[in-house]
């Protein structure tokens, strides 16, 4: 599935038993992105493909050095806000930039301190 990843990580004494946990999770995260993706077809016609571009800083420890020191360029695809929190989840990050569907607008999710989500939409 194009623009996709999906990541699990599991301990286990035994490898072949963290091999079939891994595989179960993996599992569940497809069908649950298939069922997603699937009702999002139904609700809405196809929507169009947009490629704006996305860039990551690492943090800099020392305030005074403020020097880029990676960047990396995205496809920004459409999605609402439930999906979006969906991938950042299954990418393991703390922040997730997206755009709206709905408003064609750039917006970004994060993980509060609190556990629940935030969204920042830019104007």
């Known amino acids: 599935m194009k623009n996709l990843v999906l990541r699990a990580e599991e301990i286990h004494e035994d490898?072949?038993?963290?091999?079939?946990?891994?595989t179960d999770k993996l599992e569940r995260q497809i069908r649950?992105?298939?069922?997603?993706?699937n009702r999002k077809f139904r609700e809405?016609?196809?929507?169009?493909?947009?490629a704006p571009i996305f860039t990551?800083?690492?943090q800099v420890e020392d305030e005074e050095d403020l020097e880029v020191v990676r960047t990396k360029s995205f496809d920004l695809k459409p999605m609402d806000s439930e999906e979006a929190i969906?991938?950042?989840?299954?990418?393991?990050?703390?922040?997730?930039v997206f755009t709206n569907a709905e408003t064609n607008q750039t917006n970004v999710v994060y993980k509060r301190n609190d556990g629940r989500y935030g969204l920042i939409e830019a104007q």
Not at 15 to 22: F, R
Not at 32 to 37: D, E, F, I, S
Not at 86 to 96: A, C, D, E, T
Request: charged share 30%; hydrophobic share 40%; net charge neutral.
């Open 56 to 58: 990551e800083v690492e």
């Open 32 to 37: 649950k992105h298939k069922t997603k993706v």
């Open 15 to 22: 490898m072949y038993a963290a091999i079939d946990l891994i």
């Open 86 to 96: 969906l991938q950042m989840n299954m990418l393991g990050h703390s922040f997730y």
């Open 44 to 50: 809405k016609e196809s929507l169009k493909d947009y």
